[in-house]
């Protein structure tokens, strides 16, 4: 069973760029998560779908974005990036309910430059 | 909102000697889970172990296991018979049941283990 893939695996973007990072969840998971991870914060939620819907959001700027695809892949996007958001960015998927583990992919580390 | 607190930023352990890493929490939820989860060198979060707080009983999983205290909002991760390849950075993780509607984690800060030979 394949796990959980995340395209590109490493990403360089200049300031005010827009940059968009791919999910590819387990097959049969319908939650996809996204955490961004720096030193200073550590690991932060920035949002989850299920089915295609939003059903939570983080505290990040609306330059943050995702969308998730009918085959439950997901994309987020950031827009006008800035140097703050140089970061590792996992994903991770699940089944439903509250006590399934959480699967992650290898993230993808974003450095703007 | 809910907190997650790892006291120990460093830890290092003699192989095959036990070591514990802390967890501390703070919610006003009563029905939540908990998690350990290693971070190696790959950068990949692989599930240590899951603990429902509805359970009394601890959680083991082989070599690891937790010490869970409910009403101290405390919950503590033991590796025994350390080995080098459980180096890593260790997070403590709490998900809320709230019937399938939230499945975030928030995540402490971490803990990076070292193992020594």
């Known amino acids: 069973k394949a796990g959980v893939t995340q395209t590109p695996r490493y990403l360089i973007k200049t300031r005010g760029q827009q940059v968009t990072l791919s999910c590819s969840p387990i097959?049969?998971?319908?939650?996809v998560s996204w955490y961004q991870q720096t030193p200073g914060q550590g690991l932060q939620f920035l949002f989850e779908?299920?089915?295609?819907?939003?059903?939570n959001k983080g505290n990040f700027p609306g330059r943050f974005s995702g969308r998730q695809f009918s085959n439950s892949r997901s994309e987020m996007n950031v827009s006008t990036l800035e140097l703050g958001d140089s970061a590792l960015y996992l994903c991770a998927s699940s089944l439903e309910g509250a006590r399934t583990e959480a699967f992650f992919g290898q993230g993808t580390r974003l450095t703007v430059v | 909102a809910q907190t997650v607190t790892q006291s120990q930023p460093e830890m290092s352990v003699q192989e095959a000697e036990t070591v514990t890493l802390s967890c501390t929490y703070d919610t006003s939820e009563s029905d939540y889970y908990l998690f350990w989860y290693k971070q190696p060198p790959s950068r990949q979060m692989i599930l240590v172990i899951r603990q429902e707080a509805y359970k009394q009983q601890n959680a083991t999983e082989n070599r690891f296991s937790v010490n869970f205290q409910k009403a101290a909002k405390s919950f503590s991760l033991k590796i025994s018979d350390s080995q080098l390849g459980d180096a890593a950075m260790y997070f403590c993780a709490y998900r809320e049941n709230s019937g399938g509607s939230n499945y975030k984690l928030t995540f402490g800060k971490g803990t990076l283990l070292t193992v020594n030979p």
């Open positions: 097959s049969g998971h319908r939650s």
């Open positions: 779908y299920f089915s295609e819907t939003q059903r």
